[in-house]
């Protein structure tokens, strides 16, 4: 079975699902439970895409020097740094990583 039958079955999903945004009235959406209930599902959503490329390469589960950095740049958001240090010190940290041998 090809492909394209499932691309296009997904592709008109998100093309509806957008579609149903709109014609949601604007009052629920403004709405303090949405409003925490969305900016929940935000953080969930991109602390779950960067946890996932941080210990993934393709299929396999890989422990390397992203995990290393990713847990740098945690410890140093949680200490109140700066954003831009953050990335700083999660590249040093990963830099440090490869530069003692780890992949």
Do not use: F
Not at 42 to 62: C, E, K, Q, R, W
């Amino acid at each position: 079975m090809s492909l394209w039958p499932w691309v296009l079955a997904a592709c008109l999903i998100a093309y509806l699902t957008k579609l149903v945004g709109y014609l949601v009235p604007t009052r629920w959406l403004e709405s303090p439970r949405v409003l925490q209930a969305t900016s929940a599902m935000t953080i969930g959503l991109l602390a779950s895409l960067v946890m996932l490329n941080a210990v993934t390469t393709g299929s396999h589960l890989v422990l390397d020097a992203r995990l290393v950095a990713l847990v740098v740049a945690g410890l140093a958001l949680w200490r109140g740094v700066p954003y831009l240090g953050v990335v700083v010190l999660g590249a040093a940290a990963a830099a440090v990583a490869r530069l003692l041998g780890m992949p």
